[in-house]
């Protein structure tokens, strides 16, 4: 029986390959470098955070999470994501995002969406809510694997009465922490390869028949 379906966000629940990115594109820039030295090991996600921020201060200095709030309100739920949902809750299926994202967004995606676990990555910020440079790392963008047997733990769930959604490779971890793992869109074949299914086209009501096979 299925009791727990946990989610990545961006490129899976949210229309955007990336929240950062987003932020990022508001401003018309972008983090290739701090990329490519995070994914080849060279900085860890605190440092990678901080990149960020730094480039976000250099066109809005005192930036705060009120502003990245709207910023990333122009971000659209993945289609069928709602009606997703609506059956999930329906059968009485717990729900979690893990996403490396940044939780303002996740946290409207949530409430939007009614998922009970919300967990993500944010800001330490001053009492204005002014973001401090410093970031809050809860899903380590290489570590989503820890986090979900946190959550199986927490609310007693075991790996065979786990699913998870997700669209890259960091997305991997989960799948094995899962009895089905969709590979919702996937970004290249390895992606597909680790997963029990995967879902090519942009409609989130397709990974049902994966969930609840007849």
Request: no cysteine; glycine share 10%.
């Amino acid at each position: 029986m299925l009791r727990l379906v946990a989610f990545d966000m961006d490129g899976t629940l949210v229309d955007v390959d990336s929240s950062w990115g987003a932020v990022h594109r508001h401003f018309g820039d972008e983090n290739a470098e701090a990329l490519d030295l995070f994914v080849n090991d060279r900085i860890d996600d605190e440092e990678f955070v901080r990149r960020d921020i730094r480039k976000w201060w250099t066109h809005r200095p005192g930036l705060t999470v009120q502003d990245l709030g709207a910023i990333l309100d122009a971000v659209p739920l993945m289609p069928g994501a709602r009606a997703l949902f609506d059956e999930l809750h329906r059968r009485r299926v717990g729900t979690a995002i893990i996403s490396g994202g940044i939780d303002v967004l996740a946290k409207r995606i949530g409430r939007e969406l009614g998922i009970e676990y919300v967990l993500a990555n944010g800001f330490r910020v001053d009492a204005s809510g002014r973001l401090t440079g410093e970031g809050i790392i809860r899903v380590p963008i290489k570590g989503k694997e820890r986090v979900l047997e946190q959550v199986q733990r927490q609310l007693g769930v075991s790996v065979e009465e786990t699913a998870s959604v997700g669209n890259s490779d960091i997305d991997v971890g989960l799948f094995r922490r899962s009895r089905i793992g969709v590979a919702f869109q996937p970004a290249d074949e390895h992606v597909r390869s680790q997963a029990t299914a995967s879902v090519t086209e942009r409609d989130m009501t397709l990974i049902l028949p994966h969930l609840f096979p007849e």
